[in-house]
């Protein structure tokens, strides 16, 4: 496929989009002339993966991907090696729920923080699976944006569910708050585009991230310009990897071998913005028995008690010291939001043993309100009540 003197050339390659009838560019990935047959690839495979993923999103009537073969004397070749068109159009995505209250948001930096990232993480799960995106890459990444930019209808169905999420009082009608975020989402991609054209930015490299805080750091800007581009340049590096676990644990290791107060607020939340994914904490979890041990786990998790086996998996054990030495205050609150969005379902403990319910929610019960933090216990004593009315009901 590369030819006997493949070493000599460095290969690329375009991922397109049929949009409205035309071709867009929608990723270019790179790859060096010192790279190997097989690294190069991989990257063959991953660009037809990644259109085939574009195309099963359902927002696209076609996907192809060109490669270029360039060489050292600066001649360059392309070739199309994939083209495939969509047969029939998967269901449309849907927005979820989101059960919190939605901050309100004057400026696009604040709709960029974790309190409302996590909630673009709730309301657009399905999108940020399908892109293996987190909310934070979807806030700084003008290809996600992009994306979710052409599904017009799914991004406006999303802010007008943030809107109603917003209940503090004195707020304009949820129409009006659903423009005004959708103002601010303008303006967020219009920032976007913005750092994409500046120049000498620092890179991120080698996955140091106190190095990119430093040299930006150094420069000359807001508070807020420092932290967007600080997420902006590493989502350049964090979002072509293929897993969130993988994101986790770059993030979680510099917490460990660097003791830095400047980033580890902005790791932090990073990791809960891993943490979001439903996929990532069953992995990290492993199976459980049933909804009640997995519970039970998450809680001693959260509380950096969870009991590891004799050779744990390395990210859960950096995840659970860090929350035993409580320098990740976003991921705990991540987990507990979780646990009590769970313990608050009508979902039954044990599927395949209904007898043992009264048991098993009673036991849990006492279990997570003894181990909430203080700011969670009265919601978890509540929640962990209102599921005892419903076990007395079903047995009525």
Not at 177 to 189: G, H, N, P, Y
Not at 197 to 225: G, I, M, T
Request: with cysteine.
């Amino acid at each position: 496929m590369f030819g006997s003197i493949f070493g000599s050339r460095a290969y690329a390659y375009e991922i397109y989009v049929m949009v409205d009838g035309r071709w867009r560019l929608d990723k270019r990935l790179e790859g060096e002339a010192s790279m190997t047959q097989h690294a190069n690839e991989q990257l063959e495979k991953s660009a037809v993966a990644q259109a085939n993923a574009l195309l099963n999103m359902g927002d696209y009537t076609a996907v192809k991907v060109v490669r270029s073969r360039s060489r050292s004397d600066g001649f360059v070749t392309q070739t199309e090696i994939f083209n495939k068109t969509a047969t029939a159009r998967p269901k449309a995505m849907a927005t979820r729920a989101f059960k919190g209250v939605f901050p309100v948001c004057n400026t696009l930096y604040d709709l960029a923080r974790r309190p409302a990232a996590k909630a673009f993480s709730a309301v657009y799960r399905e999108f940020l699976d399908k892109q293996n995106a987190t909310s934070i890459e979807l806030l700084h990444s003008p290809q996600h944006q992009r994306k979710l930019n052409d599904m017009s209808n799914f991004l406006r169905a999303g802010l007008y569910a943030l809107a109603g999420a917003q209940t503090q009082p004195g707020l304009p009608s949820q129409a009006e708050r659903s423009k005004k975020l959708e103002a601010l989402f303008d303006k967020l991609i219009q920032r976007t585009r913005d750092a994409m054209a500046e120049r000498n930015l620092p890179a991120f490299e080698n996955n140091d991230f106190s190095r990119l805080h430093e040299r930006l750091a150094a420069r000359d800007l807001s508070d807020d310009d420092k932290r967007f581009l600080f997420f902006f340049q590493m989502t350049k590096v964090t979002q072509s990897m293929s897993s969130y676990a993988g994101r986790l644990d770059i993030a979680l290791t510099d917490m460990v071998e660097r003791s830095n107060p400047g980033t580890a607020p902005l790791l932090d939340e990073v990791a809960g913005s891993c943490l979001d994914s439903t996929t990532l904490i069953q992995d990290l979890l492993g199976p459980r028995s049933n909804l009640s041990d997995a519970l039970i786990a998450l809680a001693d998790l959260a509380s950096g008690k969870l009991t590891l086996g004799p050779k744990p998996d390395p990210i859960l054990e950096k995840l659970n010291r860090l929350l035993g030495e409580k320098r990740l205050p976003s991921c705990e609150e991540t987990l507990w939001e979780r646990i009590l969005s769970n313990l608050s379902s009508k979902t039954l403990l044990s599927k395949h043993e209904p007898k043992k319910e009264w048991q098993l929610t009673r036991n849990l019960n006492h279990r997570l309100l003894a181990a909430a933090p203080e700011a969670f216990k009265e919601a978890i004593d509540h929640a962990g009540r209102m599921r005892m009315e419903r076990v007395r009901n079903m047995d009525n």
